[in-house]
């Protein structure tokens, strides 16, 4: 077995089993990878938070109170990591699941070698190509923040807002919606369905790399996300244009995905409210709206 150069990347391996997370242990370090374990969820949510790995090798089936799958959820609402799903299951519920946290990859047991190792350097590079390119787009959104910031100091009147807002919604969906497609063919590559879970999992996302700590909980017909944070909250006087912002980006999302249903903006930093929330509701196969949450 040949070992490559050292590449000085942490990787964390979480794995109950302790002679086989030590195998692991081992393979990784003869290969210049830096490895730490964890065997329970707790253990492994502790660790990822306290070190940032830049790798993390999540076994499906742990000790302790949540899954591999919900644990990596928990981590990902923290940290943003590239994560390898070990599984010797290939139950259609599991993989749906898998699916929803975005992994770099799903490697099923017993492996061999090569096919691990390969999977974390493409992992790798491939996520650092994306933090690159993330960066280039936040680049301009943190632009367009200071500069939108100082022009609505001032009092805009209703038609300079109308077409502040139109010139948005038109920029948004021409520099954000491949991306954000491209977020959600990743998690349904057949497009067999018109899942909400998914779209609520793709604008959480995308809300995430805006500066937005979210929280959501869906299912496949209603959903709800809450905004625990808002860049904008501070300024009273410019806050209501940038709610209706808000509201253009879940409604052009929403329509991206050709969903039919209902967004119902409920709570607002607008009126003082701790957090945010927007509700989330598909229509019934007869055309009508579902009964409300």
Known sequence: MGVCVMTGNKILVVEDDFITAMEIKRLLESYGY????????????EKAVKTKPDLILMDVKIRGNDDGVETTKKIKELIDVPVIYLTAYTDQYLIESIKLTRPSACILKPFETKELISNIEIALYTYNVDLNRNEWILNDIIIFYAL??????????????????AEFSSNFEKNLKPSFMKESRKLNPRNENKDLSIYISCLSHLLSNLGFINNSTSNDHKGYMTINNCPWKANKYTKEIFCSVCKIITKLTFSWMELEGNIEHENSFLTNDCFCGFRFELNSQDGYPLRAL
């Open 34 to 45: 830096y490895c730490y374990s964890a065997s329970s969820s707790d253990d492994a949510f």
């Open 148 to 165: 939108i910031g100082n022009l609505l100091a001032t009092t805009l009147d209703l038609n300079e807002k109308n077409r502040f807002l």
